[in-house]
């Protein structure tokens, strides 16, 4: 048996052993545990009286190259498990693989981070890394930076709708482990084609990170490519033909198949967004982001919730609510709430409960509107006359982390100026000119400053843990740096979209930085949402 280590999985195996007993069948049984055998595990086994008829072993498979630059440890559990329950078990698989790049690619230069999670994982790192000093020996450094951050970090990046094209597919179709299953509406036949995503398919290389409405002119200009191609085999003599057919022509017939596949998936998904209100879901989305018509916007997700649109759907735009405007009035948060409830059904009462502990849906409390400047005008006036001021600047006055990052980090583009999706001029495009990812810009603007100099206000409201250091022996005792020429490895603890993907693609491509993702899994709102619902399908 192959398995992931979770008691549930073990008692299945157990009872299917102490099936065979009964029956009197003599077997063989070895579980392979992967990425790590826990002692829990174990001991269930002997609860269950079968420890000494299994065998146990573990397989630590902990890098899957998704792409030249996407790692994945294909831990989608990893999320839940910390972010909800708190649980570490995966810390070390997590450490063993960072581990495992360290000892292929030599030392490393400077190590930055943010995030809880991120900490932990660097200072057990950096342990290890003292235990085993003869890896850094006579080696040629071939990583120049890691940069780990936790998703609770930006938790409204990955809640946002995805409008790349790698994106949008992965949100339709499902992306899993670097391949796509497009179904007869795309194939235009009555069978599923499975396909490998990735910089080896050279139409989709192209349009990956580009913005859906980008996306048709690509390909057909692609199309007219391949046509004057085909077409020069007009007027070639014998041995030029020989040629053709050997070096070209396979060549040429491939990207033609996968050419007709992504115009077939861009066609599938313009039919289903129409049909979604998409575009009206965009709008809410910005008005969130930029804070704007709230109550237009609260009435909105209201009508969303009562037309039992999808369940995942609408509890996206509470979570984004939420976030955005750093919890809900204490009526808006039951009101909602209920409708919810009466629309989904009261099993959802676990996933709010489940939601309010990760804090991505949570009820203000009292007193949390407040800001520095009521308290001082407390003095002046009478605690009646400063809950009507309370009341009055509620919306102003939030303790709201999201906004003030927004300001510091100038996340909002300015409206006053034309947003050309065709030129992007920052990483905005890759939410309609609206929102630039904060994970994206944290993870820029430490890179330019090479530490956290200057961005301890941001640190702060990033609730800290911030941190720039070295597991390079003495290097630890210079400052950080950023060697542009090495490539920088981003590790998202938690998941990371490829939205956020495409955003550190531009970076790169503007700063002359070359990124290598390295995440717990690949992420979307869906899998968010899914993942700490109750109510599965």
């Known amino acids: ?321 939420s976030l955005t405007e750093s919890g809900l009035t204490p009526k808006d948060y039951r009101s909602l709430k209920n409708q919810y409830l009466q629309s989904y059904g009261p099993q959802h009462l676990l996933t709010f409960w489940n939601l309010k502990r990760m804090g991505l849906l949570v009820e203000q409390q009292q007193g949390e509107t407040l800001t520095a400047v009521e308290s001082k005008m407390g003095k002046l006036v009478t605690d009646k006359a400063v809950g009507k001021l309370t009341d009055a600047f509620s919306s102003l006055a939030k303790k709201s982390h999201f906004r003030a990052l927004t300001r510091k980090l100038s996340l909002i583009p300015r409206t006053d100026v034309e947003y050309d999706l065709r030129i992007p001029r920052d990483m905005a495009y890759i939410f309609n000119g609206a929102y630039i990812p904060l994970s994206c810009k944290v993870i820029e603007q430490v890179l330019q400053r090479e530490g956290w100099t200057g961005l301890e206000e941001v640190a702060r409201l990033l609730n800290g843990n911030e941190f720039a250091d070295s597991v390079s022996g003495s290097l630890s005792e210079l400052k950080p740096t950023v060697d542009s020429q090495l490539p920088i490895v981003v590790v998202f603890l938690g998941g990371c979209t490829f939205s956020e993907i495409a955003g550190l693609r531009f970076i790169g491509k503007e700063k002359g930085y070359r990124f290598i993702i390295l995440t717990t899994a690949i992420t979307n709102s869906s899998r968010l949402m899914e993942t700490v619902s109750e109510a599965k399908a």
């Open 1 to 321: 048996f192959l398995i992931r280590p979770r008691i549930d999985n073990v008692k299945i195996i157990a009872d299917m052993v102490n099936a065979d007993k009964a029956a009197g069948r003599h077997r063989k049984y070895k579980i392979i545990f992967s990425p790590q055998k826990l002692y829990s595990c174990e001991m269930v086994l002997e609860e269950e009286g079968v420890f000494g008829e299994v065998t146990c072993d573990e397989w630590a498979f902990l890098l899957l190259p998704l792409d030249e630059d996407i790692i994945s440890m294909e831990l989608p559990e990893f999320f839940l498990d910390y972010f909800m329950d708190g649980d570490q078990r995966w810390i070390y698989s997590i450490v063993t693989a960072i581990q495992s790049l360290y000892s292929l690619f030599g030392p490393l230069g400077s190590v930055f981070g943010v995030g809880r999670c991120s900490k932990i994982v660097f200072d057990t790192w950096k342990v290890l890394v003292d235990e085993k000093e003869g890896y850094r020996k006579d080696r040629t450094p071939e990583i120049g930076t890691v940069f780990l951050i936790d998703r609770d970090v930006d938790f409204v990046t990955p809640l946002c709708s995805q409008v790349v094209y790698e994106g949008l597919v992965d949100d339709i179709f499902r992306i899993k482990c670097g391949s796509v299953e497009f179904g007869p509406d795309v194939t235009s036949s009555d069978k599923s084609v499975k396909v490998l995503l990735n910089s080896q398919d050279k139409v989709f290389n192209e349009i990956r990170s580009e913005h859906f409405s980008n996306v048709f002119g690509h390909l057909s200009q692609k199309a007219r490519n391949l046509q004057a191609q085909y077409d020069k085999r007009q007027g070639m003599d014998i041995k030029q033909m020989k040629t053709f057919v050997s070096q070209e022509l396979k060549g040429l017939k491939q990207e033609h198949r996968m050419l007709s596949l992504h115009i077939g998936a861009c066609e599938a998904m313009m039919k289903k967004k129409t049909k979604q209100d998409f575009q009206d879901i965009l709008n809410v989305q910005h008005s969130l982001l930029e804070g704007f018509d709230i109550r237009e916007t609260i009435s909105f997700i209201e009508e969303y919730i009562n037309r039992q649109s999808p369940a995942t759907e609408s509890l996206r735009l509470l979570c984004l609510l």
